[in-house]
């Protein structure tokens, strides 16, 4: 309950060298109340690509590290993280979400 409406945010873009999706940006929510994740794209002008839910919200495996659950701490800036098959590579966070990693993981 003490992280009852407490969110992350992270963006971020995909690990790929396909032309098309090189430029793709993404808003990856981390739910701290129940240790979800939901990814969301913005608009793009002129990207061809439309907006809205890319990834339900529901807790997701990391792939990379023995089959656990994703926790914030396996999202680092300037990292790389799988999702549901999907490869992201961290741009940047909000304040909020900064300053919360920086006082509860190392």
Known sequence: ???DGKVLWFTARFNTQVPEDVDRRFIISYYLA??????FEPAQKN???VEGKFLERNKYKNRWNSEKFITPSDIAIGGDIMIN???????SADDYTTK???NHYE
């Open 34 to 39: 129940d240790d979800s994740i939901s990814i």
């Open 1 to 3: 309950m003490d992280n």
């Open 85 to 91: 098959s999907y490869s992201f590579h961290i741009l």
């Open 100 to 102: 919360y990693l920086e």
């Open 47 to 49: 990207s061809g690509i």
